[in-house]
């Protein structure tokens, strides 16, 4: 029976298009506290890898969705908005492939990701997706307003139960910032009962920090019991994690020795590993031609056995159904692969590209500098040899041409890095620790440079 939303699909027609074969033995309304929400078994098109997880017996798909970066439109006042259309068409498509596990927040994409989310994931019955969100107290962190924003996500995502919660971007600001988050204020322990009374399933944390603030939050296990934990793990964080963040190779093991099971974060390492310089991208292709090259990243996070979901952002459906069809199945990587892809990541950290993620917790900027897009077109110039240096090259004057009219283009010009005044509002919000001010101003005095030197455009 379809419900009265034209735009949802009914049970029958949804097992039907994922190949479920049998029904689902929990209620739609949520989770019964004690029970183990038991997966439909069967094949889906294209036969997507599904791990495990050993503490609750969920079944997930190895590509989860990251809905961080939900496609934007304008309304009809010009603010900017979901596209909740978009959002649907994805979801569908994700779900009728055998990815169930959504991973949102409070805070991504202006605080409207929540909402969207549930709208598409509500036309769908309830026990085919497993939901994660966060406690994302970064401002205010009072029990009055982390409860609030807690219970809030719940009325945002049109549920009664939150498979697996995360306290977020655990790690920034040390120990001493982490307990007066969660536990001076009494929330580890207030979530703590909210998982045993059954309104979460899962608790876990997402980590973005240095080794020691990571060895403190995860030797909390004896007493919390972390079913999960998120990390940032990619085939150059794995050794060469830049910053302060800790490189995935100990992060992965640390947690593998417990038996806590993996959700990995950035995979592409914020797009920068599908968006390479020429010469990485040929050596990628000349190994395997008929792979994509952020197929071998996917793969790469694959691979790991204590790895429960690969979060990707995917904004368009081009995304989407490659990512699928990397884990449709997944071929693991082998001992060589990884030796090849050690190498690689050696000859992209000789690229200065910033480590910006586009994960917007900087935005918005009091005074309204678009930071990502300024970083990100930096970066792609970086990537595609458009860095002007010498003015006496042969391709000063190319490479000039190009970051400055790709500069205008990607960025207005009322937000660009030259109106940066270093107010550093924006750095403690950075899960990647850039000071941003100083790239800021670097591309500005870069940009200036350009602009003096040479004829007009």
């Known amino acids: 029976m379809k419900t009265s939303d034209k735009g949802s699909i009914s049970r029958r027609e949804f097992l039907k298009r994922t190949g479920t074969a049998a029904a689902i033995g929990i209620a739609a309304a949520g989770c019964t506290p004690g029970r183990h929400r038991i997966q439909a078994s069967g094949e889906v098109p294209g036969e997507m890898v599904f791990r495990t997880n050993p503490r609750t017996g969920d079944r997930v798909s190895l590509l ?11 309304d009809g006042q010009g ?3 979901i596209d909740q259309e978009q959002v649907n068409r994805l ?14 927040s409070p805070v991504y994409c202006q605080g409207l990701s929540e909402k ?22 970064f401002s205010n962190w009072s029990r009055e307003n982390s409860i609030l924003m807690y219970r809030k996500s719940f009325e945002n995502l049109m549920t009664d139960c939150i498979d697996y919660y995360l306290l977020h971007s655990v790690g920034n600001g040390g120990r001493e910032h982490f307990d007066a988050r969660y536990i001076e204020n009494g929330m580890v322990d207030f979530l703590m009962a909210e998982r045993e009374a059954g309104r979460i399933r899962n608790l876990g944390f997402s980590f973005h920090g240095n080794r020691e603030s990571f060895d403190y939050v995860l030797g909390l296990h004896e007493k919390v019991h972390w079913d999960f934990v998120q990390i940032q793990m990619n085939y150059v964080d794995w050794r060469h994690a830049a910053s302060r963040n800790v490189d995935a190779e100990y992060l992965y093991g640390e947690l593998s020795r417990r038996g806590i099971p993996a959700v990995i974060m950035e995979p592409l390492l914020g797009g920068r590993l599908s968006k390479v310089p020429e010469y990485i991208a040929e050596r990628l292709k000349s190994r395997d031609p008929y792979r994509s090259v952020a197929s071998w990243a996917f793969r790469f996070a694959g691979t790991y056995p204590s790895v429960l979901t690969v979060l990707s952002g995917m904004t368009w459906m081009e995304h989407l159904e490659e990512n699928i069809r990397t884990y449709s199945p997944l071929e693991p990587l082998t001992e060589e692969d990884l030796a090849f892809l050690e190498e690689t990541a050696v000859l992209m950290m000789q690229y200065p590209t910033v480590p910006c993620n586009d994960c917007k917790y900087c935005m918005p900027c ?8 300024v970083l990100l077109h930096y970066n792609k110039c970086v990537n595609e040899g458009d860095i002007a240096q010498d003015p006496g090259s042969e391709d000063y004057r190319r490479a000039r041409r190009a970051y400055l009219v790709g500069y205008d283009r990607a960025v ?16 403690p919000h950075c899960p990647q620790s850039i000071d941003i001010p100083h790239e800021l101003h670097r591309i500005a005095r870069y940009v200036e440079n350009l602009k003096r030197s040479g004829d007009s455009l």
């Open 116 to 137: 969207a989310t549930a709208i598409a994931l509500s036309r769908h019955p309830r026990e085919s997706y497993f939901l994660a969100t966060k406690l994302s107290n």
């Open 91 to 104: 979801v569908d498509t994700a779900l009728a492939s055998g990815v169930n596990y959504f991973d949102t």
């Open 412 to 427: 207005e010009k009322v937000r660009q890095a030259d109106h940066c005044i270093g107010c550093k509002q924006c750095i």
């Open 79 to 81: 603010r900017e908005v």
């Open 64 to 74: 989860g969705y990251g809905c961080m970066r939900w496609p934007m439109t304008t």
């Open 366 to 373: 009091p005074y309204g500098i678009d930071i990502p897009a």
